[in-house]
């Protein structure tokens, strides 16, 4: 049996045949050996349970193995595997027709593929086809995929490698309002506060930042960010511009939210260039953010193409790019073929996530207990030093950990790994990001309970006092 071959045996095996990222080979010091999954939990080969806080990042939307979906696969499993969509079937349609009416007017046009990556590569030649023009923009610190095109919106230098990657992409300044320069938490649409809350409706304050003093009311933020925005414009792209993608809050750069109106403001200088918006929600859609289906209607935008992957199918590979009739007609000038895209196995997975989230009540899973998680993650970040910012919606939560809060310098890598490890030792797997590493991520599957909450936030609090300890 193959779970009876050493751990170790299992981590060479990895490091000779498997992409064997050097140094990266699994996540943790000493690699968890997942053997079966079910909901919220994962076992490993000698039973060993774990709560999964990270779900594959944020892709097991509904639960691991969750009955229905599996119920949906093995149907569809047994009827057919695969045509493509040279030929009229029906879990194609079903599927389309059931996702578009998620959707306001006019993202009614549907295409299938099988990764982010690929939705994100096929949005950009969209976009340029449809502009005619060719530079697009995303944020720094943003995850978009990791192909040679892709690579180019992604801007986070772990995930670059020294190719022309991506030409005609520039990367702006992040409107991060923890980390960034300007800011404060009532710019965002989080229910926790951060520490650095001036509290402006009693106009300008004084406050510490990043080791020196500054004078300003935090409602500038947004103004200020929009301002970098347009520096961008007039600085590093042509007037006119194909797209402009952004997540509604940033993945894989650690649950980064932006101030309140930067993306409908951002939206609008997009198109007074003639280019399109992008809403990435590869990780923020199907309900994660509790308040909305969409991560982008929590920003009150509508964007001209939105592109999804990873919870669309609750682990199993697919993706997606959702757009107008309009970009659509400038699309179908050429023939658009993908052997994969739009699977009747995928597709009737999908199609059994959407149904499983509203009958699981997933959305408000996410919203409650999210909202709970951040409630009391915050007042660990009101005790402990080392806990720089609580962030988020619903179920994509970021702690940020830092040396100190004066400095704000992100807790060293070592010192993140220990805690890291500490959490996944006493049970409870987690995710880091960030464009420092110093980010804790926590997306779990959407149905997990108060109770889970509760035990996560005993071994985080026990994982930081360690760390305090041994420091
Ligand atoms: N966009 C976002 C926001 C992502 O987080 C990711 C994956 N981390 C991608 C796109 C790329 O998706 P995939 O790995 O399926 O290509």
């Not at 449809?130 to 978009?144: A, E, K, P, Q, V």
């Not at 009958?359 to 005790?383: C, H, N, P, W």
């Amino acid at each position: 049996d193959r779970f009876h071959r050493s751990l170790s045996s299992h981590v060479a095996i990895r490091r000779q045949y498997c992409n064997p990222m050097t140094m990266k080979v699994t996540y943790y010091k000493k690699p968890v050996f997942i053997h079966q999954g079910h909901m919220q939990w994962l076992w490993d080969v000698d039973g060993r349970r774990y709560l999964d806080l990270f779900a594959g990042v944020a892709t097991v939307s509904v639960g691991h193995c969750h009955p229905k979906v599996t119920a949906a696969a093995e149907h569809q499993l047994k009827r057919l595997w695969h045509t493509t969509s040279i030929y009229v079937y029906p879990p194609l349609h079903e599927y389309c027709e059931k996702l578009a009416s998620y959707f306001p007017d006019p993202l009614k046009v549907i295409y299938l593929t099988n990764s982010g990556s690929e939705a994100n590569d096929l949005a950009m030649l969209m976009a340029r086809l449809h502009t005619g023009n060719f530079d697009i923009l995303t944020f720094r610190g943003s995850y978009h995929g990791g192909s040679p095109q892709t690579m180019g919106l992604t801007s986070n230098a772990a995930y670059k490698y020294p190719i022309a990657n991506g030409l005609g992409c520039t990367n702006t300044m992040c409107p991060d309002v923890f980390r960034g320069p300007w800011g404060g938490s009532h710019c965002r649409d989080s229910p926790v506060q951060t520490i650095r809350d001036c509290g402006c409706a009693q106009g300008t304050q004084t406050h510490r930042s990043r080791g020196s003093t500054h004078s300003r009311c935090h409602c500038m933020a947004n103004e200020q960010y929009i301002g970098q925005l347009k520096e961008t414009f007039a600085t590093s792209v042509p007037s006119r511009i194909a797209a402009f993608f952004g997540e509604p809050i940033q993945g894989v750069g650690g649950a980064v939210q932006y101030p309140k109106n930067y993306l409908k403001e951002a939206y609008k200088l997009v198109r007074e260039r003639g280019g399109v918006c992008i809403a990435d929600e590869v990780q923020t859609g199907f309900g994660r953010t509790g308040t909305h289906f969409w991560g982008f209607q929590g920003h009150d935008v509508i964007p001209d193409m939105v592109t999804m992957a990873k919870g669309i199918g609750n682990g199993f590979p697919m993706g997606a790019v959702v757009t107008t009739p309009e970009i659509a007609a400038s699309f179908a000038k050429g023939v658009h073929f993908n052997t994969f895209g739009g699977n009747p196995v995928a597709c009737a997975i999908a199609s059994s996530v959407l149904d499983t989230i509203k009958e699981d009540g997933a959305q408000q899973i996410s919203l409650d207990v999210g909202t709970y998680l951040m409630t009391e993650l915050a007042k660990f970040r009101d005790k402990y030093e080392i806990i720089g910012d609580v962030r988020g919606k619903g179920l994509q939560i970021g702690v940020e950990m830092v040396k100190d809060k004066v400095s704000r310098d992100p807790l060293p890598a070592e010192a993140m790994g220990e805690i890291f490890e500490d959490v996944k030792d006493m049970g409870v797997l987690i995710g880091k990001g960030g464009v420092y590493g110093q980010t804790f991520r926590i997306k779990p599957p959407m149905c997990i309970t108060r109770e889970d909450a509760d035990f996560f936030l005993a071994v985080f609090n026990k994982s930081i006092k360690n760390y305090m300890d041994r420091r």
